[in-house]
């Protein structure tokens, strides 16, 4: 089935001059990208995007991370994109990501593992929503 999911390459990858060596991973995956920002995000948009992870002892870290830098905010679209674009990211922690993945190649750290990737349809559209309108994601 064809989904959107939605991404961001975050601040320790745009530091480092990856957004297109991400963006080649991606597109060389069946992913395409149908939307795409750079942005800075808000000390609010990153609470409110991590809220789930509030009671997290990492989660000050997290948001001070995400709003440090610049971001870029993509939706991907694609056959099964929600749990392919997982696949191409990589576990969370690079240490345990497989070879070939985002993670594996780029992330630093646990923490600044260079992107975030939507975890089912139902958040994907909620994130999406939260950074594109319908008129600004072109298929
Ligand atoms: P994922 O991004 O793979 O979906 P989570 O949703 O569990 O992972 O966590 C969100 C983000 O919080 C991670 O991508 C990472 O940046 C950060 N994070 C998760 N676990 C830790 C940790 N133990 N220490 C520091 N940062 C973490
Ligand atoms: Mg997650």
Known sequence: MTERTFSIIKPDAT????TGAINAVI???GLRIV???????TE???KKFYEVH???PFYGELVAQMTAEPVVVQVLEGDNAVAKYREVM???NPANADE???????????GENSVHGSDSLENA???IAQFFTDDQIVG
């Open 15 to 18: 530091r480092r001059n990856l």
């Open 27 to 29: 597109e060389a995956a």
């Open 35 to 41: 939307a795409q920002r750079r942005v800075r995000l």
């Open 44 to 46: 609010e948009q990153a």
């Open 54 to 56: 509030a009671e997290r």
């Open 90 to 92: 990589g576990a969370t």
């Open 100 to 110: 070939g993945t985002i993670r594996k190649q780029f992330a630093l750290s646990i």
């Open 125 to 127: 559209a909620i994130e």
